[in-house]
T-cell receptor, first 114, second 110 residues
């Protein structure tokens, strides 16, 4: 019972490099989300996809792009990494109606940008 | 727009009770509660919708006061397994995303 799977678990990048974080869920959920978590800041929404084929900006979208590849997969891309993007990134999924449905989180990707 | 959680941290002995508060400056549609253990993913606890309802999960319950724009999480007879950081997530009317508080770190000692 995998749930939400994120790859990689750890990554170190140099400033200016690009990278794609992968997320896949096997719960047949329509909605998927990308968050970043910084110390003392809680979780902040970067982008979300309410359903296959749609994506919307969240609270902190600058510097990121997303692709909803199919119903299962939602990727997050950093085109030109900056030290300010050092964070733990979580992917989550839910049935439609995220305002009153629980979100299921992956184990996170720990990203360091030097 | 981020909700404010209090306290920031609390230390308990096994069997003691604790209350964690989540306050918003805007009218709330719903409040979510999650628990995160160190190095792990957040885990869903419960959702409260408008109406002041109270919900429970194990010996953990919560209330939602729509008028006061706040929610409280009650942990009774705490167990060692309750240790972790608790986050509230707030959803506002006419908004499509959820905003999380900074978290409350709960430590339960034997």
């Amino acid at each position: 019972n995998a749930g939400v799977t994120q790859t990689p678990k750890f990554q170190v990048l140099k400033t200016g490099q690009s990278m794609t974080l992968q997320c896949a869920q096997d719960m047949n959920h329509n909605s998927m989300y990308w968050y970043r978590q910084d110390p003392g800041m809680g979780l902040r929404l970067i982008y979300y996809s309410a359903s296959e084929g749609t994506t919307d900006k969240g609270e902190v979208p600058n510097g990121y792009n997303v692709s909803r590849l199919n119903k299962r997969e939602f990727s997050l891309r950093l085109e030109s990494a900056a030290p300010s993007q050092t964070s733990v990134y979580f992917c989550a999924s839910s049935v439609p109606g995220h305002t009153n449905q629980p979100q299921h989180f992956g184990d996170g990707t720990r990203l360091s940008i030097l | 727009q981020q909700p404010v959680q209090s306290p920031q941290a609390v230390i308990l002995r096994e069997g003691e009770d604790a209350v964690i508060n989540c306050s918003s400056s805007k009218a709330l549609y719903s409040v979510h509660w999650y628990r995160q253990k160190h190095g792990e993913a957040p885990v869903f606890l419960m959702i409260l919708l408008k109406g002041g309802e109270q919900k429970g999960h194990e010996k953990i319950s919560a209330s939602f006061n729509e008028k006061k724009q706040q929610s409280s999480l009650y942990l009774t007879a705490s167990q060692l397994s309750y240790s972790g950081t608790y986050f509230c997530g707030t959803v506002y009317y006419n908004n499509n995303d959820m905003r999380f508080g900074a978290g409350t770190r709960l430590t339960v000692k034997p």
